[in-house]
């Protein structure tokens, strides 16, 4: 009889292993699986959780989080905590917008939800997402002591370290995977500071023990000076201002255009400035939503335009409709400076915000259905993509955390969309190139469905930086396929 039932145990794990995502994970919260999503069709390509993880505090601090077991085999492939930036952005923008497990389609009748697709290009195809929102206050996450968003850097870092140990905890079967983290714009602060306090959990004994690999960053801020640097050499090279502008400003500012050392310097970026501002800054090949005046209808060619558009009072332009509909996930433009980050909500009040929207995730993730399937508390209030936080950068330049992490044997994958203006790669290229290592492979291109799509070179201490050709500030949106092939190839360790 024991035998027999050893038998059947030993048959019942081959199974679930041929069968990863069928067999329930083992010691895996089940108050926290997802079942079913509203404007969603269909059965799960893996497991789905969603819930909370309480950090200590009087009331405590709780962070959501939602994870996506991968598709191909949780047991054995790597688990990626994805970070969004702002700060005070959601982590949804990246489910939502990027890389989730679905593709969003606008409602087919006014008031209703989106339409949920399976996305080809979900990340979780090949490693299992843990989405989380941070810090406390941001999406989903919340505490009845709203004083606890007033937060920085290091005690974001701190925070999420926490979480991580605990959300382990919760999913001990995880422990034993490769761990990485991942995110863009201000999670280019976010990631350095939090690998840094793994590393020293590891270092010190912190339970249980996390199986820390490496990170990966796009698209992200790093240092103000090589940051606030990159934006008239970008500009030049794009076509976007003039050979004599640049020329101008080279002399006038010396090359340093993020502090500007007299007036007629601050007058030629001032000048530059007026020249781009109209520029969807995420994507200068996208098209921009704009306010208008009578001046510019009147300065410009309507034919075509419906009948309202010409009439006095109307303030804006109709966008042809996309497929993938974009968020946000910066304040303005890099470089960011210590101190006091000015967010969305507080620019709001001052500035038009350009170009992007996130009405299909607002929609969605605000009707009650919706949060009741993903566990969200009603504590949690409205939801929105980007929060008013009182937030301080205090981590100061990225440079040497890059360079610590680098130098102790953790591999880092940098990569940019070569069209974002908001954070331009020729920044990113160049603090990546300043750190010294060895050029172990020269740039040269890398594919994607048998086309060139963006550039590479790898250093010394596994160290690559990656450019994605087309792509703006947020990659996986404008180029899923591509996104998909370099993350998943980086993230076995094989030549991308």
């Known amino acids: 009889m024991a035998m027999h039932k050893l038998m059947l145990l030993v048959m019942s794990t081959s199974i679930c292993m041929f069968l990863q995502y069928l067999c329930p994970l083992e010691a895996a919260p089940e108050d926290y699986l997802v079942t079913n999503l509203p404007g969603f069709k269909g059965t799960f390509p893996s497991k789905h959780y969603s819930g909370y993880v309480k950090l200590d505090g009087n009331p405590p601090k709780n962070l959501f989080y939602y994870f996506v077991a991968s598709e191909r085999s949780p047991a054995r492939d790597p688990v990626v905590l994805w970070l969004n930036g702002g700060p005070g952005c959601s982590s949804f923008d990246g489910f939502v917008y990027e890389h989730g497990p679905f593709n969003f389609e606008a409602a087919k009748h006014k008031g209703g939800l989106p339409v949920l697709h399976l996305n080809p290009y979900s990340w979780s195809k090949v490693a299992s997402i843990i989405y989380l929102d941070s810090p406390v206050g941001v999406g989903f996450s919340y505490s009845a002591n709203t004083t606890y968003y007033v937060t920085g850097d290091l005690q974001t870092a701190a925070e999420t370290h926490l979480f991580l140990l605990k959300w382990f905890e919760q999913f001990p079967e995880f422990t034993s995977n490769p761990f990485y983290i991942a995110g863009e714009s201000y999670a280019g602060i976010y990631i350095p500071t939090l690998a840094s ?103 410009e060619n309507t034919t075509g335009l419906p009948q309202s558009f010409k009439e006095l009072g109307q303030t804006e332009k109709p966008l042809a409709v996309r497929k993938r509909m974009f968020g946000r996930s910066w304040p303005f433009r890099a470089p960011v400076e210590d101190g006091i980050i000015p967010l969305w909500p507080q620019l709001m009040r001052k500035i038009t915000v350009p170009c992007m929207d996130d009405v299909q995730a607002t929609i969605w993730l605000n009707d009650d259905a919706v949060r009741k399937a993903i566990h969200a508390s009603p504590e949690s209030g409205n939801w929105s993509l980007c929060v008013d936080l009182r937030y301080t950068h205090d981590a100061g330049s990225m440079l040497s955390y890059h360079k610590n992490l680098t130098s102790s044997g953790y591999r880092v994958l940098i990569y940019s969309g070569d069209h974002d203006m908001c954070v331009p790669f020729t920044g990113t290229q160049a603090w990546t190139q300043s750190l010294g290592y060895k050029i172990v492979d020269e740039w040269r291109p890398w594919k994607s469905n048998r086309q060139i799509a963006g550039f590479i070179q790898e250093y010394a201490n596994d160290f690559t930086f990656l450019t994605v050709k087309g792509a703006g500030h947020t990659v996986p949106e404008y180029k899923p396929r591509e996104s998909l092939h370099f993350f998943s190839r980086w993230i076995e360790g094989l030549r991308i």
Request: charged share 20%; hydrophobic share 40%; aromatic share 8%.
């Open 197 to 299: 306090d793994v590393i020293k959990g590891i270092k010190n004994g912190a339970k249980p023990v996390i199986n820390f690999k490496g990170y990966m960053v796009g698209n992200g801020v790093c240092d103000p000076g090589f940051d606030g640097n990159a934006l008239v050499p970008f500009a030049h090279g794009m076509g976007l201002i003039s050979a004599n502008m640049f020329k101008e400003a080279e002399v006038l500012c010396k090359g340093n255009y993020h502090n500007s050392i007299n007036n007629k310097c601050q007058k030629i970026l001032y000048k530059i400035d007026r020249v781009l501002d109209e520029l969807n800054r995420y994507d200068i090949l996208e098209p921009c939503f704009h306010h208008v005046g009578l001046n510019d209808v009147a300065n």
